[in-house]
């Protein structure tokens, strides 16, 4: 398209629009200088317009949406602790992820993409200083967490951190103003995910000025797209990686590269696995997993029907347990795979009502007070029941999972800070140097732990010889 005339791409474009509904993202044309109608058709340019009319049609006049499977069972886990049947099993998932990360065919990839509207940060979630003590970003603790994994099993592992065009460039300036924590640049590899327009109610695409639509990012399922279109997934296939270990931004407690996990995986012949965690109750909003329609498969909370949601086995266990927590070892081949065909593949699509400001037809921008756009989001659990063999694996909340998402109350730093207390102050228990303790039996004081010295409380019990100082009340930072 290079040698095309201006003329022509307007006309081209002009035409697109009038077919597909969305002739009003012209309306400003007259009054934009020429760069600025130079960014608006480029912005244009990134609608993918194939798609358009079914994807405005299905999730935005008619919220198509999730249909619950017919046949809903509960899935198969593996423990968080082996029992006697799977001690086995699980040394040698030990080992075998052991030599895989030390093999460098395992690749840490965090997925940084989301606009965190929810915590109301003003940079990149990865920014958000997060440790109890000495007050280290998202990003920091992930860092660490890689380079105590390249001193415990002798590795290099790569870091993959997928961006969006919204805050791509304040995310890599961020790693450079900080010496990409210590990591060596080359090992550190941002790219960009893509991107969806807002929708009206009405199925217009909404603009965000008179001369931009108003994009955002495509959810963390576009990640496997992305992975694909910015030529990571080729690299990582001329690197030898095979297993992608897939976290989110907003969990300082996650294992980036945990041995046991991507063992699991790899001797079972998973395409991709998952992390579950037991839920607190019956009702708590995280994805639940299941098999349905004979498919391992995430149902969100809103879709799981509430009868369902608290039933009980015989023994009056919750028979759906398993809550995701976007922890995912995933197969590059898989990925490729998937991604074989670009102009086809497609995860479904989530809908969401937003607040959105927009230009309106006369030119001014409105703030709505209301949710008035939809926004559409592929999830990356949606790949699973895609996956041949899908693996399923508890682990334990306190030690893995707390997740930053708001400004306050559930799932917020102030939680997240006591998680990370807590857990430092349960691996000091353990290595046999018991912590101060309060009448309520909270730490007396705050712990915090650098991965840079343990990634598990056994790693601690190892590698801590000597009693550290505590007093009531103090602080202790062990790095
Ligand atoms: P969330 O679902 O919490 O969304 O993302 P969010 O956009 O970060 O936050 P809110 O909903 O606006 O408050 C879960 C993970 O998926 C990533 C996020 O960066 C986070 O790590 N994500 C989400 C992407 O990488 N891209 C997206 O388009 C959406």
Redesign the pocket.
């Known amino acids: 398209m290079s040698n095309e005339s201006p003329q022509s791409r307007l006309a081209r474009i002009r035409n697109q629009l009038e077919i597909s509904g969305q002739a009003h993202l012209l309306k400003h044309w007259d009054r934009l200088n020429d760069r600025q109608r130079d960014e608006l058709l480029g912005d244009i340019e990134q609608i993918n317009f194939a798609a358009l009319k079914g994807l405005v049609n299905d999730y935005v006049l008619s919220g198509k949406g999730f249909r619950l499977p017919t046949e809903i069972r509960p899935v198969e886990v593996y423990p968080a602790r082996p029992g006697i049947d799977l001690v086995g099993k699980y040394a040698d998932a030990l080992k075998r992820g052991v030599a895989l990360i030390k093999a460098g065919k395992v690749a840490a990839f965090?997925?940084?993409?989301?606009?965190?509207?929810?915590?109301g940060f003003d940079g990149p979630?990865g920014a958000f200083r997060i440790s109890p003590i000495r007050q280290k970003p998202l990003f920091q603790l992930f860092a660490e967490g890689i380079r105590g994994s390249n001193r415990r099993y002798g590795a290099d592992v790569p870091w993959y951190i997928?961006t969006?065009p919204q805050n791509d460039r304040a995310t890599r300036e961020f790693f450079a103003e900080n010496g990409y924590f210590g990591l060596r640049p080359e090992r550190v590899r941002f790219f960009t995910?893509g991107v969806m327009p807002a929708f009206g109610r009405d199925g217009r695409i909404l603009l965000d000025q008179p001369h931009r639509v108003a994009f955002?990012?495509?959810?963390?399922g576009?990640?496997l797209l992305a992975l694909k279109r910015s030529g990571c997934l080729a690299e990582m296939a001329a690197a030898g990686v095979e297993v992608i270990s897939y976290f989110?931004?907003?969990n300082p407690l996650v294992s980036v590269v945990d041995p046991l996990f991507l063992g699991l995986h790899a001797i079972t012949g998973s395409e991709m696995s998952s992390k579950v965690i037991p839920k607190v109750d019956d009702l708590e909003r995280v994805g639940n997993f299941v098999i349905g329609d004979g498919r391992t498969m995430v149902v969100e909370y809103s879709d799981l029907p509430e009868e369902l949601a608290r039933a009980r086995d015989e023994r009056g266990n919750r028979l759906y347990d398993a809550g995701s927590i976007?922890i995912h070892a995933i197969d590059r081949r898989f990925v490729e795979r998937l991604t074989a065909d670009e102009a086809t593949f497609a995860l479904p699509w989530h809908r969401a009502v937003k607040k959105v400001p927009f230009v309106n037809d006369a030119g001014v921008r409105v703030e709505p007070a209301e949710p008035n756009a939809i926004k559409l989001?592929a999830f990356i659990f949606d790949a699973i029941p895609l996956a041949g063999q899908p693996l399923v694996l508890q682990t334990v909340r306190s030690e893995e999972f707390s997740p930053v998402?708001n400004d306050r109350g559930v799932d917020s730093a102030e939680t997240a800070r006591r998680d990370m207390v807590l857990r430092a102050a349960a691996w000091l228990d353990g290595a046999g140097y018991p912590v101060p303790r309060r009448a309520d039996g909270t730490p007396d004081g705050l712990y915090e732990i650098s991965p840079l010295l343990a990634l598990d409380a056994g790693h601690l019990r190892e590698v801590l010889l000597e009693p550290p100082p505590m007093v009531r009340g103090g602080d202790v930072y062990l790095e």
Do not use: I, N, W, Y
């Not at 955002?216 to 963390?220: W, Y």
């Open positions: 965090t997925v940084a993409g989301g606009q965190g509207t929810r915590l979630k997928m969006s995910q955002s990012p495509d959810g963390h576009g990640s989110q931004v907003d976007a989001e998402k």
